[in-house]
């Protein structure tokens, strides 16, 4: 659902009082969008599949908007957990690193990066997002993840260290 679609769907705007404050549906979506696609971008390697993942997960924010209380986090599970289940029905990785690669806007060490975070195991590739593009804590990545944080300390150590290796 863009934007668009969203605007026709709904005729005045639903009102939320989150930790932050109030705030509307509307500016939540035009505030995290971009955000939320990127971040899908980076957990699937595919444009098409991260507009959608993100568009999805605003969908399920918009639906469940009076029942959350933090509705950015809720937004970041949404889509992790849409990213896990594009990747289990994405038919060849070839495909994912292609689309990469032809991307007009991305430079080529950033095109290097995201080929070797591809190859990194998947548990290693969330964790490394979550923390350095996403910007969370050890202890905020393992509730998202939902395992221990001693875990996730060592899925950076060796995430980072596999590219590292392979970025030299």
């Not at 444009?47 to 009076?66: K, L, N, T, Y």
């Not at 509705?71 to 060849?92: C, E």
């Amino acid at each position: 659902m863009g934007w668009r679609a969203y605007k026709e769907m709904v005729d005045e705007p639903t009102v939320f009082r989150d930790v932050r404050g109030d705030g509307s549906f509307d500016a939540f979506f035009v505030d995290r969008f971009a955000e939320l696609s990127r971040l899908a971008f980076l957990l699937t390697g595919s444009s098409g599949a991260s507009e959608e993942i993100a568009q999805d997960a605003c969908e399920q924010v918009f639906r469940r908007w009076d029942d959350i209380t933090h509705p950015r986090a809720y937004a970041r599970v949404a889509v992790a957990n849409g990213s896990r289940a594009w990747g289990r029905r994405r038919s060849s990785r070839a495909a994912n690193v292609a689309e990469v690669e032809h991307a007009s806007a991305v430079d080529a060490d950033a095109i290097a990066v995201r080929t070797v975070l591809a190859d990194l195991p998947r548990d290693e590739r969330e964790v490394l997002i979550w923390r350095f593009y996403a910007d969370l804590k050890v202890d905020d990545i393992a509730a998202e993840l939902e395992m221990p944080a001693g875990t996730v300390k060592s899925h950076i150590h060796r995430g980072l260290a596999r590219m590292h290796k392979e970025l030299s």
